[in-house]
């Protein structure tokens, strides 16, 4: 009963903290249990009662997520430069399964932890993944930075016990008020808005399918410029993308000043002229204007595999749907030229045509163990298809001031 009792004592604890204590640099780290970690010499990792010495460094990452793939790289170059020093670990919301065809697939002396429940991510109150929490040999958290700015710099000053700045970028209070954010309601024909950065919101985009805004309306909250141009436009790839102004000036997220919120609604008779309309208020209200122009590129085609059976079954008719994620995508009614559009020309490092010849709706599903271009060619070839390297003409938007 005693131990039942400590139990559940020490689950409400951690629950009472995630909800209402964010962790920072200072800390002491909580006794939070990671199980089940996948290849560890441990099944289950509690560093307040673990042995040794070391720096840990607790990287929140996940399979799904395509700038951590690099950074696991580099992570695991600095594990085995200083082996007996720090260990690195990586938390993900992954389940056991996946970390471990990771693993298998990237040998490496990170030990990978599944946190399904994501209450280490919860507790810093992070806004992305990408980001890693620095516990000392005390396991009193010194620094919360973003993962890619760890170097051999960097963990050398830790060694020594000097300070490191924490720049990770925490969560948004959201907004929770049901009350529309750009004033709009039902009893409108039409509206347009576009204004800066909104304190609340999420960075994220809408378009509803259903409802009384149907096919009608946009809506972007805390983005910048560039997303709103490849919306749109219609642009998937970032090669597609040509600019005649300087990136980096205008393409920070951690500038607030940079991002916007836009929301247009357009009547029912003008609704398939949406983004048409977009492109214009863009164009009157932005520092950077866009034009679009077609382009001679390297690109994938998406073809039929000789030989190989189409695993792909013909949709029922009005059940169209899709998303996707890093995982893979899911969708029903689409056509071939969709997928290559809507999913593989965003994933993959080149434009994605569709040049099957096939029209009709499929249901199509993909599964990723990594968001990478090995896997996604993988999940490509088991529907049957296959991708190509050549050369055609693409469309692309031109930004300039």
């Known amino acids: 009963m005693k131990k039942l009792l400590t139990l559940i004592f020490a689950l409400f604890s951690t629950l009472v903290y995630s909800q209402n204590y964010r ?10 249990i990671f199980r089940p970690m996948v290849n560890a010499p441990v099944k289950e990792l509690d560093l307040n009662h673990y042995p040794g010495n070391k720096l840990y460094i607790l990287n929140n990452w996940g399979t799904w997520c395509a700038p ?37 697939k ?30 000392d040999a005390r396991r009193n958290i010194v620094a919360v930075v973003n993962t890619d700015s760890l170097s051999t710099k960097m963990i050398d000053r830790l060694l020594k016990g000097e300070k490191v700045v924490s720049d990770a970028k925490i969560k948004e209070r959201l907004d929770n008020s049901t009350k529309d954010a750009f004033g709009v309601d039902t009893t409108m024909t039409s509206s347009f808005t576009i204004r800066g950065y909104m304190k609340g919101q999420q960075s994220l985009g809408r378009v509803p399918t259903m409802g009384a805004y149907a096919k009608r309306r946009i809506s972007y909250y805390n983005v910048g410029f560039i997303t709103l141009y490849r919306t749109a436009y219609e642009i998937r790839s970032p090669k597609q993308i040509i600019y005649e102004i300087d990136k980096k000036k205008y393409n920070d997220y951690n500038d607030q000043s940079q991002l916007y919120c836009f929301d247009l609604l357009v009547s029912a008779a003008q609704k398939d002229s949406l983004y048409p ?37 013909l949709s029922a008719p009005n059940t169209r749907t899709y998303s996707f994620n890093g995982n893979g995508f899911d969708g029903k009614e689409i056509t071939l030229a969709e997928f290559a559009h809507i999913y593989l020309s965003n994933e993959l490092e080149l434009p994605v045509i569709d040049e099957t010849g096939l029209t009709k709706g499929y249901d199509i599903k993909t599964s990723n163990d990594a968001r990478d271009k090995t896997n996604i060619f993988a999940a490509v070839d088991k529907l049957g298809l296959t991708l190509e390297k050549a050369e055609r003409p693409v469309k692309v938007i031109v930004l300039y001031e």
């Open 277 to 313: 309309m977009m492109q214009r208020k863009l164009q009157g209200n932005l520092p950077v204007k866009a034009r679009t122009e077609m382009r001679t590129m390297p690109v994938y085609l998406l073809k039929t595999k000789p030989g190989a059976p189409l695993t792909l079954p």
């Open 106 to 135: 990237r040998p490496s002396k990170i030990w990978l932890a599944s946190d399904t429940s994501e209450m280490l991510y919860q507790m810093l109150d992070l806004a992305s993944v990408g980001y890693s929490a620095i516990v």
């Open 23 to 32: 962790l920072k640099a200072g800390d002491h780290f909580p006794d939070l």
């Open 68 to 104: 951590c793939m690099p950074e696991m790289e580099m992570l695991a170059k600095l594990q085995d430069k200083y082996p007996t020093q720090i260990q690195i670990i990586g938390v993900s919301n992954d389940s056991p399964e996946k970390l471990r065809k990771f693993i298998a």
